[in-house]
């Protein structure tokens, strides 16, 4: 046998393992899109698209308005807000997610303030009616 061989041999062999490890990753999950799509489905409330043959009003999907997240680390405060007529930086939620009340700080009598609970930043206010008002806060879908 040709040491060439043997080397090449051996090479592939350990190609192999390898390809083996990768396909074995437990990092690895080929769900993962799956399981993304309806863990967001299930925040926004939407109903996931129907096949051929369904009625039309099944096929309808909820839009997301504005789901907001914090400027300072990208965390999602919000799935579903109202944007300002007037002012367009602005929007107000009654659900939110990853925020904390500052109770102990007072704002022209009916407004406390609201800090991302992860990172700190202030992001907005919520009045004693517990609408939140944001305006710190970046916008996407």
Not at 56 to 67: E, T
Not at 76 to 83: G, L, M, N, P, T
Request: net charge negative; with cysteine; hydrophobic share 30%.
């Amino acid at each position: 046998m040709n040491v060439n061989s043997t080397a090449e041999q051996a090479e592939s062999e350990e190609i192999e393992e390898l390809e083996e490890d990768f396909v074995k990753d437990e990092l690895y999950d080929s769900d993962i899109d799956a399981k993304n799509e309806l863990w967001v489905s299930q925040k926004l409330g939407v109903k996931k698209k129907k096949g051929r043959g369904e009625s039309k009003s099944s096929k309808k999907l909820k839009k997301a308005n504005n789901v907001l997240s914090c400027p300072g680390c990208f965390t999602i405060i919000c799935f579903d807000s109202q944007q300002h007529e007037k002012y367009k930086e602005q929007y107000r939620a009654i659900l939110v997610e990853n925020c904390r009340v500052d109770s102990e700080t007072i704002f022209e009598e009916d407004y406390n303030p609201v800090h991302c609970s992860s990172c700190q930043n202030h992001v907005g206010y919520v009045d004693r009616d517990q609408v939140y008002h944001f305006f710190n806060v970046l916008s996407g879908y």
